[in-house]
């Protein structure tokens, strides 16, 4: 079982930077492949960004390529992402997310625990 829980969010204005970070509890938390997902109103949740369980390997999508970048501690227990050169577009509720999966999904349902969420919000 691991429960994670989100931090981070707010508002910004266009071309600021955030970092959202991901807590987690149980000591199993390393053995996850790990991502990030946003779901902004009136749209379906949508893939931003994955990491493989000890870092190995990373997915973007491609809007937020070369802007975002995820990264984990798993000492911590913690994961990450930092975005940079925020858009207007990137308003969301931001999730984090815990794939058992060998590779890292891109599918929401893939996941198999998530956390509550964080708002961002992008002011232009």
């Known amino acids: 079982q691991v429960q994670l829980v989100e931090s981070g969010g707010g508002l910004v204005q266009a071309g600021d930077s955030l970092r959202l970070s991901c807590a987690a509890s149980?000591?199993?938390?390393?053995?996850?492949?790990k991502g990030w997902f946003r779901q902004a109103p009136g749209k379906e949740r949508e893939f931003v960004a994955g990491?493989?369980?000890?870092?190995?390997?990373?997915r973007y999508a491609d809007s937020v390529k070369d802007r975002f970048t995820i990264s984990i501690d798993n000492a911590e227990n913690t994961m990450s992402l930092q975005m940079n050169s925020l858009k207007a577009e990137d308003t969301a509720v931001y999730y984090c997310?815990?794939?058992?999966?060998?590779?890292?999904?891109?599918?929401?349902?893939?996941?198999?625990?998530w956390g509550q969420g964080t708002r961002v919000t992008v002011s232009s």
């Open positions: 149980g000591r199993t938390f390393s053995t996850y492949n």
């Open positions: 990491i493989s369980r000890y870092g190995g390997s990373t």
């Open positions: 997310a815990a794939a058992q999966s060998s590779l890292i999904p891109t599918a929401a349902f893939e996941y198999n625990y």
